[in-house]
């Protein structure tokens, strides 16, 4: 059974309609990354899958619970970090440990047998009699993360984890998500606007404007961009992607200031451009593709503008 089984998910706010029919199986077990740039859509997806909102259409079914039906058999099995903090900031980290196992209706032993269980896991012991306002972000995270744990989850899902960590912190967050797949066999499914983030992913779902364009493996979307991308930085985007297309036979995106296609040879072609259009090429590169190349191909954009 899948961990997440979601078929023509439709959400409308007012007239805006903000997902527009998402179909996507998440095996168990499975690193899962949503990357989309911001308002493509990934929190209100989370909203749903976490049951706190209801989609118009569609149905969505998380550790075999569906989410409309049965929204309390599906919180017993996921753990949910969102991107605005739910911790109260006045209180210790563990008072907020304790009062989150409450809501999960843990009490008195095992509730602090399995505090004391997250803070050797999350390495937060010297932490846990410290207001969490006291706290760096990325401590603040792991704190985030160890209430959402308590209750034992089989599937973590995790909203823009990264954002506002420092590096270090980054890297502690993603040791952890991996020990956690590790000692549990957990599902963990992240959204992200950042492309380095989601190629640790075993899958990568991209997503533009409320839709799924691609889901696959980063090494299976890379292959599709190319064994090669070029980017021309230019005063002339029109002039220089018209040289490469019709000279070429490359498919370029004019960008502002830039052109990128994927091309195999790429080093001949800047040799190329550059002779025929000396006024127009400012600098040529040629690199491996990366995911935001993959996502510039699948949808005419950048992923962060
Ligand atoms: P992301 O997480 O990818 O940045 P969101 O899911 O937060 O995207 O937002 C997708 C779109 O839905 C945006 O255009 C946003 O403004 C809109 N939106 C999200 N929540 C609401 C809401 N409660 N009411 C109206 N519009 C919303
Ligand atoms: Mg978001």
Same mark, same amino acid.
């Given at each position: 059974m899948d961990a997440v089984a979601a078929s023509g998910i439709v959400k409308k706010f007012g007239d805006l309609t903000v997902l527009h029919g998402l179909d996507l199986a998440i095996p168990r077990g499975e690193l899962f990354a949503l990357l989309g740039p911001n308002g493509s859509g990934k929190t209100t997806f989370?909203?749903?899958?976490?049951?706190?909102?209801?989609?118009?259409?569609?149905?969505?079914?998380?550790?075999?619970?569906?989410?409309? =039906?049965?929204?309390?058999?599906?919180?017993?099995?996921?753990?949910?970090?969102? @991107?605005?903090?739910?911790?109260?900031?006045?209180?210790?980290?563990?008072?907020?440990?304790?009062? =989150?196992?409450?809501?999960?209706?843990?009490? =008195?032993?095992p509730l602090a047998a399995r505090i004391a269980e997250l803070s050797g896991a999350l390495r937060l012991e010297d932490k846990m009699d410290r207001l969490v306002?006291?706290?760096?972000?990325?401590?603040?995270?792991?704190?985030?993360?160890?209430?959402?744990?308590?209750?034992?989850?089989e599937i973590l899902l995790l909203d823009e984890p990264s954002t506002g960590l420092d590096p270090a912190a980054r890297m502690d967050l993603w040791s952890l998500v991996a020990s956690l797949r590790a000692t549990h066999g957990m599902t963990v499914i992240?959204?992200?606007?950042?492309?380095?983030?989601?190629?640790?992913?075993?899958?990568?779902?991209?997503?533009?404007?409320?839709r799924l364009v691609r889901v696959d493996t980063p090494a299976a979307l890379l292959a599709e961009a190319g064994p090669e991308i070029l980017r021309v930085a230019t005063v002339d985007a029109m002039r220089v992607s018209e040289f490469l297309k019709s000279q070429c036979g490359l498919a370029p995106h004019a960008l502002e200031g830039?052109?990128?296609?994927?091309?195999?040879?790429?080093?001949?072609?800047?040799?190329?451009?550059?002779?025929?259009?000396p006024d127009a090429v400012g600098s040529?590169?040629?690199?491996?593709?990366?995911?935001?190349?993959?996502?510039?191909? @699948?949808? =005419?954009?950048?992923?962060?503008?």
């Open positions: 989370f909203r749903i899958l976490t049951t706190l909102i209801a989609p118009d259409a569609g149905s969505a079914v998380v550790g075999g619970q569906d989410a409309v =039906g049965d929204p309390a058999a599906v919180r017993a099995k996921i753990g949910v970090v969102f @991107q605005s903090p739910s911790l109260d900031k006045k209180l210790t980290v563990r008072e907020n440990l304790a009062y =989150g196992g409450a809501l999960y209706g843990m009490h =008195g032993s306002e006291t706290l760096s972000g990325g401590q603040q995270r792991r704190v985030e993360i160890a209430k959402c744990l308590l209750a034992r989850p992240f959204t992200s606007h950042l492309m380095d983030e989601s190629a640790r992913a075993d899958r990568v779902g991209i997503m533009s404007d409320g830039e052109v990128r296609a994927s091309a195999s040879g790429a080093h001949a072609v800047c040799v190329r451009l550059t002779a025929a259009l040529t590169t040629v690199s491996k593709p990366t995911l935001e190349d993959v996502f510039l191909f @699948q949808t =005419g954009k950048r992923l962060n503008e």
